[in-house]
């Protein structure tokens, strides 16, 4: 239902999109204060009259406040939400806007930020697809992230994917992840990388901004928690290059660079729909240049996971040069949970 209210009707959105990706406490929670948010406090005014565009696919509004409700819980200082949010039978809605009411500089400065998760099961999917470019090129990878907030999923070859009762990465994960698999399997074929970077706008640190890692996260699916709370520490340790910057810039200047022997690897993973139509323009062309000099020897690919017009879950495309060969892979949900793998063997 929409009310003609921008802000409200983003709330119901990201309603209904919390409860298909398993939150029904955020589901209630963000379908709450569509319906009771009420102006006469700063944070109701400020998110009420949003200056923007609130929605999912732009400034992330709802997220920007839950993030700031979830850091209360993390942090230890608002006990009342934290045991509202513990109990399925409170009222959710009441307990965070009296929580507004008492802590309302510190939600303030989280609505400043638009959500960054990192979604470690996402990897899933950059796991499958190495090991199917690996058994096609059989080269090592180097790897450009564009939108790699905290550089998480830069890791993926440290983490174990486990389909149909078979390991797919390093013999000790930091981590592994089990979606729902449909398909084949990946080839049993283990990917090397010899280097690695990404760009983000905003690029976050594990450990000056885990809270706020961790925080954009949904309080009632803990296995979030805890597989992201492996990745930081894991990245804590390795310290993945992200650079600051437009990711289209950015790239212009990573492609410069030949890597002769290796397949140059550029992802990204629901991120692109959040660039600029001229950072797009620009990428896209920065791909195409490099693409018409790829060679056997020194090969690119381009791996999208985004979404289309089809609402099950993101698309799986990966792009190949020299040739520009353009292969659906399937598709995958949003946060990892299932795979539907398509790629030809």
Same mark, same amino acid.
């Given at each position: 239902?929409?009310?003609?209210?921008?802000?409200?009707?983003?709330?119901?959105?990201?309603?209904?999109?919390?409860?298909?990706?398993?939150?029904?406490?955020?589901?209630?929670?963000?379908?709450?204060?569509?319906?009771?948010?009420?102006?006469?406090?700063?944070?109701?005014? +400020? =998110?009420? #009259?949003?200056?923007?565009? *609130?929605? @999912?696919? &732009?400034? %992330?509004?709802?997220?920007?406040?839950? !993030?700031?409700?979830?850091?209360?819980?993390?942090?230890?200082?608002?006990?009342?939400?934290?045991?509202?949010?513990?109990?399925?039978?409170?009222?959710?809605?009441?307990?965070?806007?009296?929580?507004?009411?008492?802590?309302?500089?510190?939600?303030?400065?989280?609505?400043?930020?638009?959500?960054?998760?990192?979604?470690?099961?996402?990897?899933?999917?950059?796991?499958?697809?190495?090991?199917?470019?690996?058994?096609?090129?059989?080269?090592?990878?180097?790897?450009?992230?564009?939108?790699?907030?905290?550089?998480?999923?830069?890791?993926?070859?440290?983490?174990?994917? +486990? =389909?149909? #009762?078979?390991?797919?990465? *390093?013999? @000790?994960? &930091?981590? %592994?992840?089990?979606?729902?698999?449909? !398909?084949?399997?990946?080839?049993?074929?283990?990917?090397?990388?010899?280097?690695?970077?990404?760009?983000?706008?905003?690029?976050?640190?594990?450990?000056?901004?885990?809270?706020?890692?961790?925080?954009?996260?949904?309080?009632?699916?803990?296995?979030?928690?805890?597989?992201?709370?492996?990745?930081?520490?894991?990245?804590?340790?390795?310290?993945?290059?992200?650079?600051?910057?437009?990711?289209?810039?950015?790239?212009?200047?990573?492609?410069?660079?030949?890597?002769?022997?290796?397949?140059?690897?550029?992802?990204?993973?629901?991120?692109?729909?959040?660039?600029?139509?001229?950072?797009?323009?620009?990428?896209?062309?920065?791909?195409?240049? &490099?693409?018409?000099?790829?060679?056997?020897?020194?090969?690119?690919?381009?791996?999208?996971?985004?979404?289309?017009?089809?609402?099950?879950?993101?698309?799986?495309?990966?792009?190949?040069?020299?040739?520009?060969?353009?292969?659906?892979?399937?598709?995958?949900?949003?946060?990892?949970?299932?795979?539907?793998?398509?790629?030809?063997?």
């Amino acid at each position: 239902m929409t009310t003609g209210h921008p802000v409200r009707d983003a709330f119901r959105q990201q309603a209904t999109a919390c409860a298909a990706l398993g939150s029904p406490l955020m589901g209630r929670l963000m379908a709450g204060l569509a319906d009771r948010l009420q102006p006469g406090n700063p944070v109701s005014d +400020q =998110v009420l #009259g949003w200056q923007g565009d *609130p929605s @999912t696919r &732009a400034d %992330s509004v709802p997220l920007r406040l839950a !993030g700031g409700f979830h850091a209360l819980i993390l942090t230890g200082a608002d006990p009342q939400l934290a045991a509202a949010y513990a109990d399925p039978t409170a009222d959710i809605t009441g307990a965070a806007m009296a929580a507004i009411d008492r802590h309302p500089d510190f939600l303030l400065d989280w609505l400043k930020s638009p959500p960054q998760t990192n979604e470690v099961r996402r990897s899933a999917v950059l796991i499958a697809a190495a090991h199917w470019l690996t058994a096609r090129v059989g080269l090592p990878l180097v790897l450009s992230e564009l939108g790699a907030s905290a550089g998480l999923n830069l890791l993926w070859d440290n983490y174990g994917l +486990q =389909v149909e #009762g078979k390991r797919f990465g *390093p013999d @000790t994960p &930091a981590l %592994s992840l089990s979606p729902d698999w449909t !398909g084949n399997r990946p080839p049993n074929v283990l990917p090397q990388v010899i280097g690695r970077a990404g760009v983000d706008l905003n690029p976050l640190d594990a450990q000056a901004d885990r809270l706020r890692l961790l925080a954009y996260l949904w309080a009632d699916q803990p296995d979030r928690l805890t597989r992201t709370g492996a990745a930081l520490d894991l990245a804590l340790q390795m310290r993945p290059t992200v650079d600051r910057g437009d990711a289209a810039e950015w790239l212009e200047r990573r492609l410069q660079t030949s890597h002769p022997g290796a397949l140059h690897l550029v992802f990204h993973t629901v991120a692109w729909q959040y660039f600029p139509p001229e950072t797009a323009t620009r990428a896209l062309a920065a791909l195409s240049g &490099a693409g018409a000099n790829a060679t056997p020897d020194a090969p690119l690919a381009r791996l999208g996971m985004e979404a289309d017009s089809d609402t099950r879950g993101a698309a799986l495309t990966l792009t190949l040069w020299p040739g520009g060969t353009v292969i659906p892979l399937g598709r995958a949900d949003f946060h990892g949970r299932w795979v539907d793998w398509t790629a030809p063997a």
